[in-house]
């Protein structure tokens, strides 16, 4: 086993699990995808409604890493009904609706909420323009809306001194690295870097440290959950879809399924990694186990929002219309609830994902 799988799978804690009045735990790994978030939102809106599952850990990226904040926010602040408060108070401040400064509201409309539907003038225009402004050259005063917006909702000191893990994801833009904010280092530049999505927003410095969105190299990251939780079973909440039925033609659909091939590049090279482990693990050729030298054998688990809205394009994750945010939470409830009614069962049993199948190559 290679130091890289080693430095995954180790277990560190050896202390029995904790008890959670009878709850199955589970670690969320939270897909970024713009305005898309708001299918995560629903998602974690039913979740949380249903009652069963204790969350000891999240991780996210871009979107993915504002609904951690808020749902770990409102946990640490008063339990579930408080998370589902606070996240459907962030979602509508954060549309078309909400109560954001003029200026702010301006920005956001403009680069990213309301970016117009494929196919429309307003969309041929500003979509020539980026290919010769930068986001130096159109947002020279680096006003970035969602970051007063993520302040004015988490206590982030608060946050730190919470007992669950959390982790958000961002791409190092000068050394082309993956890294990964621990729950004590999180703040809202840190949700911002995740979500910096570089077309739109300037790079975001941290500690001299320049970086832009987590997706390109962990959307999401699910490695940091190994050592530093008991339980065993990750929940994937999965925006960016696995499979299209629609071969791409024009030049917009073609780069749009190349971003969501690249945006699960890496979510597939670590569930091949978990893949490998698992197998070994069964095989008895590595030692399962929380200990020293022991590995974890991961169940694996999604909710993914693909086949339930095909007709929501790459250019609607910059959308952020109340009405079109709260038919994706409606669509995240359902999809939670059909994971639910399907797999609840094989929470702290078995994955309800095949991962053989999933990450396996295509042959013939």
Known sequence: MNDFLSRLFWGEQEEPPKKNGGKKRINLALQGGGAHGAFTWGVLDQLLEDGRLAVEGISGTSAGAVNAVMLADGLNRGGPDEARKRLAEFWRAASLGGDLPAVQRTVTDKLFALWPREGSPTFDWLSAWSQYLSPYDLNPLNINPLKDLIERFVDFEGLRKDGRQIFIAATNVQTGRLHIFPKEKIS?????????????????????????????????????????????????????????????????????????????????????????????????????????????????????????????????????????????????????????????????????????????????
């Open 188 to 364: 809202a530049e840190a949700v911002m870097a995740s979500a910096c999505l570089p077309a739109v927003f300037q790079a975001v410095e941290i500690d001299g440290a320049h970086y832009w969105d987590g997706g390109y190299l962990g959307n999401p990251v699910i490695y940091p959950f190994f050592r530093s939780t008991d339980t065993e079973d990750v929940v994937i909440v999965q925006i960016n879809p696995l499979e299209r039925k629609k071969i791409p033609h024009s030049t917009r659909e073609i780069m749009a399924r190349v971003n969501e091939i690249t945006f699960n590049s890496a979510l597939m090279a670590e569930l091949r990694a978990i893949e490998f482990v698992n197998r070994l693990i069964d095989q008895r050729r590595l030692p399962h186990g929380t200990g020293p030298k022991q590995y974890r054998h991961i169940k694996v688990h999604r909710i993914v929002m693909e086949g339930l809205g095909e007709h929501f394009a790459a250019s609607d994750k910059l959308r952020n219309d109340f009405e079109s945010l709260e038919l994706l939470h409606k669509l995240g409830q359902r999809a939670a609830r059909r994971f639910l009614d399907a797999h609840y069962a094989d929470i702290g049993v078995r994955s309800s994902v095949d991962l053989k199948a999933e990450v396996g190559l295509e042959r013939g």
